[in-house]
Each structure stands twice: as C-alpha cells, then as structure tokens.
C-alpha cells in the first residue's frame, strides 16, 4: 500500500458529462501529480500542486482542472469529456527534498461511452 | 525536454532465467532515474532509483539496475525471474535539483514469464 488514495475505482460515464477524481496523498507529502495512462499516449503528465498552489502543468486539456485543498486532499475534475478521455488517471504524491520519488494511487479507470 | 525510451514492448522469458530490461534517457544533465512496476489493476510501484554515487543501485524484489553515463542508459536486471514478476515496468527520468518533480515516462516493457 503507497499511503495514495484515489476515488472511485472506476467511473463509467457518457460523453458531454462532467466527472471528478478525487485524491488523498501519503500523509506529510505536500505535492500532488496527476498522471493520464492510455494505450496511445503511456503515461503522460497532467499537473502538479504543492501546498495548495499549482506548480507545473503537463498535456492536460482546458476540460481538466484541478485543485489542491488545504487538507492537502487533490480533485482532478474533466468536462465535457470525449470518448478519447477514456484512460487510468494516476495520482502521485511526494515530499520536497526526497529526489522527486513518487509515490502513486491505484489509480482511477474512466469509461466515457 | 527530457525523454525515456524503452526499446523493449514485450519481453518474454521463462521463470529461473536472467532478465534484463533496457532504459535509455535523453537529458542534458544527468537526471534522477527510476524503475517502476505496474501490476495488472494496480498503480506503479517503485523498484529502485538513482540519483548519485554508486551506479549499481539496489531495489526491491531482488531487481537491481546501472547507470552508464556513457550510455544513457539504466538498465534493470534480476539473475533469476519468478512468475511474479510478471507486470509492466517503466522507466522514468525526473528534473535534478527542481521541485518542479513530474517524471517523464518510457512507454513501458511488458515482462511475461514462462513457468
């Protein structure tokens, strides 16, 4: 077990609607990652927060955002979404001064039909 | 930008032999370097990093990996493969010295193992 919670498991859903995944980092970590895993794309970067303040932005689309709560708690929340969204979003979260290692949810599985 | 490739899509050896996956990064500083695991349903677990010194670096399950600067490489080994090792792994590369810490991600080996 990392110590990342991410929420649902599973989300199936249809195309035009609006979904979030919701993110619980290793307790102390202060840096939240989102990562989108597809066949065609791998692993690819969405965004990072640190403290509750957005810090890097990856591929991700204007339909995404996402947000840092002050509990350290992360949402990633996609709109308007495409059949192409369907993917494994991955949360990873980490400590400053630890050599960037990540440590990752399960992950979260989006269906859009 | 930085980049990962992992020249390997599938791998397939038979349970007791030797396993190596092959790494190669593009930077131009030498970055932090990781080895993941992705079993099937699960997240990516970390096998091992490198981030200075020794570049024979030990991790978890018995996998090891070097870093050859020479090379740009980083290349996971284990001497005798169990059928539990089956699983995708990655390959990652990450900023040195930035809190900026997104990694950067090879597409990935996928290790089936003969019994």
């Known amino acids: 077990d990392s110590g990342v919670t991410q929420t649902p498991k599973h989300l199936i859903t249809a195309t035009g609607q609006r979904v979030t995944l919701r993110c619980s980092p290793r307790s102390g970590d202060l840096s939240v990652y989102w990562y989108q895993q597809s066949l065609d794309q791998g692993l690819q970067f969405l965004i990072q927060y640190y403290n509750g303040e957005e810090r890097a932005k990856g591929n991700i689309l204007e339909r995404f955002s996402a947000q840092q709560f002050p509990d350290l708690h992360s949402e990633l929340n996609l709109s308007s979404l495409e059949l192409g969204d369907s993917a494994l979003y991955f949360c990873?979260?980490?400590?400053?001064?630890?050599?960037?290692?990540?440590?990752f949810g399960a992950g979260t599985r989006l269906s859009v039909l | 930008a930085q980049s990962v490739t992992q020249p390997d899509i599938h791998i397939t050896v038979s349970e007791g032999a030797s396993l190596e996956l092959r790494c190669n990064y593009s930077y131009g500083a030498t970055p932090y370097l990781f080895w993941y695991v992705q079993s099937p349903g699960q997240g990516l677990q970390l096998l091992l990093k490198?981030?200075?010194?020794?570049?024979l670096v030990q991790g978890i399950k018995g996998f090891e990996a070097e870093f050859k600067r020479s090379q740009s490489s980083f290349n996971l080994r284990k001497p005798s493969v169990h059928w539990s090792d089956a699983a995708e792994y990655f390959c990652a590369s990450s900023d040195r010295g930035s809190t900026l810490g997104r990694l950067y991600f090879g597409r990935g080996t996928q290790l089936t193992v003969w019994p």
């Open positions: 490198y981030f200075s010194g020794d570049t």
């Open positions: 990873a979260s980490s400590l400053p001064g630890q050599g960037n290692i990540q440590y």
